[in-house]
C-alpha cells in the first residue's frame, strides 16, 4: 500500500519556484515527524527538511535555509523551494517517521519520488 505520494515537481530556470506537496494516506497520518530528502544523479540521498505533528518545530539542511520552507496540515506535507539553483535539481522524496531523525534508514514511509530539474 502506497502511503505517501508526491506531486509538484517539475523543471524551472535558475532563480524560479516549485511547490511540492505529499499526500499522507489515513493510516499513518498520525506519525510525528515529516521529512523531505533528495537525491541526485550519482549522489546520496540527503535530508533537506524536517518537521513535526504540528508543525511547530521545523529543521533544515543548510543548503536550505533562507530558500526552501517545510509546512503542513492535517493531510499533506508541503516544501516550497524559492531561489532554485542548478544543484537543487534532483529527485525529491517524501517520508514519515515516528522519530526525530534525518538518517534515511530511520523513515517509516517513503514517497516514489517527484523530479525537479533547474536549468542556467
Known amino acids: 500500500q502506497v502511503r505517501l505520494v508526491e506531486s509538484g515537481g517539475g523543471s524551472v530556470q535558475a532563480g524560479g519556484s516549485l511547490r511540492l506537496s505529499c499526500a499522507i494516506s489515513?493510516?499513518?497520518?498520525?506519525?510525528?515527524?515529516g521529512y523531505w530528502f533528495r537525491q541526485a544523479s550519482g549522489q546520496e540521498r540527503e535530508g533537506v527538511a524536517g518537521?513535526?505533528?504540528?508543525?511547530?518545530d521545523t529543521f533544515y539542511a543548510d543548503f536550505a535555509k533562507g530558500r526552501f520552507t517545510i509546512s503542513r496540515d492535517t493531510s499533506t506535507l508541503y516544501l516550497q523551494m524559492n531561489n532554485l539553483e542548478p544543484a537543487d535539481t534532483a529527485v525529491y522524496y517524501c517520508?514519515?517517521?515516528?522519530?526525530?531523525?534525518?538518517?534515511?534508514?530511520?523513515?517509516?514511509?517513503w514517497g516514489r519520488g517527484t523530479q525537479v530539474t533547474i536549468s542556467s
Open positions: 517520508a514519515i517517521s515516528r522519530s526525530l531523525t534525518f538518517s534515511t534508514r530511520n523513515m517509516n514511509y
Open positions: 518537521i513535526n505533528r504540528l508543525g511547530a
Open positions: 489515513q493510516d499513518v497520518i498520525g506519525m510525528n515527524y
